[in-house]
T-cell receptor, first 114, second 114 residues
Framework: GAVVSQHPSRVICKSGTSVKIECRSLDFQATTMFWYRQFPKQSLMLMATSNEGSKATYEQGVEKDKFLINHASLTLSTLTVTSAHPEDSSFYIC??????????FGSGTRLTVV | GENVEQHPSTLSVQEGDSAVIKCTYSDSASNYFPWYKQELGKRPQLIIDIRSNVGEKKDQRIAVTLNKTAKHFSLHITETQPEDSAVYFCAASKGKDSSYKLIFGSGTRLLVRP
């Protein structure tokens, strides 16, 4: 079946620094990548949708200059949290879409900003 | 905009009893409705899904029903077991394929008491 590898699984960073999260589709071409954020005991909130080679489409209220998304190839998408602050601490998870598979989730990244 | 509401937020049942979780969606163009099970700190796991051309789908102890007119769909788990305890999310999408974003409900925390 489809596999999406997400790294790192956990990261702790200092306030003001940037963190990059990677998602790779291992056995299929991910034409679309979705990035979600999940706070404790809450639902998955869609942050942005990216198509390979195009600029990401951000959901309302998500700062595009703070959450940089790159989807330069059909197997790799990255989310960079810039100038991270404690309120950015959350569980970030990607979901890749590409034929013939449906939505395939990465394993998630637990970000803690101290 | 698109919205998915989910009830109840918590559900406690005795082992062997049935559990029902309900969702409503706002966008009548939605045509794909998956259900996910998420354990703490892990990725959502697809347990069953249904498309808008079908009214009901069953897979062993799990079933999903869809009422397009009322714009709601439900998850039914029969003969519940302690290992069914987790958070369950419904979701909706209106794309022809998985290139369109999934919007999640708020989640239901299911506890199955032994």
């Amino acid at each position: 079946g489809a596999v999406v590898s997400q790294h790192p699984s956990r990261v702790i960073c200092k306030s003001g620094t940037s963190v990059k999260i990677e998602c790779r589709s291992l056995d299929f071409q991910a034409t679309t990548m979705f990035w979600y954020r999940q706070f404790p005991k809450q639902s998955l909130m869609l942050m942005a949708t990216s198509n390979e080679g195009s600029k990401a489409t951000y959901e309302q209220g998500v700062e595009k200059d703070k959450f940089l998304i790159n989807h330069a190839s059909l197997t790799l998408s990255t989310l960079t949290v810039t100038s991270a602050h404690p309120e950015d601490s959350s569980f970030y998870i990607c979901s890749a879409a590409g034929q013939p598979y449906g939505y395939t989730f990465g394993s998630g990244t637990r970000l803690t900003v101290v | 905009g698109e919205n998915v509401e989910q009830h109840p937020s918590t559900l406690s049942v005795q082992e062997g009893d049935s559990a029902v979780i309900k969702c409503t969606y706002s966008d009548s163009a939605s045509n794909y409705f998956p259900w996910y099970k998420q354990e703490l700190g892990k990725r959502p796991q697809l347990i069953i899904d249904i498309r808008s051309n079908v009214g009901e789908k069953k897979d062993q102890r799990i079933a999903v029903t869809l009422n397009k007119t009322a714009k709601h769909f439900s998850l039914h788990i029969t003969e519940t077991q302690p290992e069914d305890s987790a958070v369950y999310f419904c979701a909706a999408s209106k794309g022809k394929d998985s290139s369109y974003k999934l919007i999640f409900g708020s989640g239901t925390r299911l506890l199955v008491r032994p």
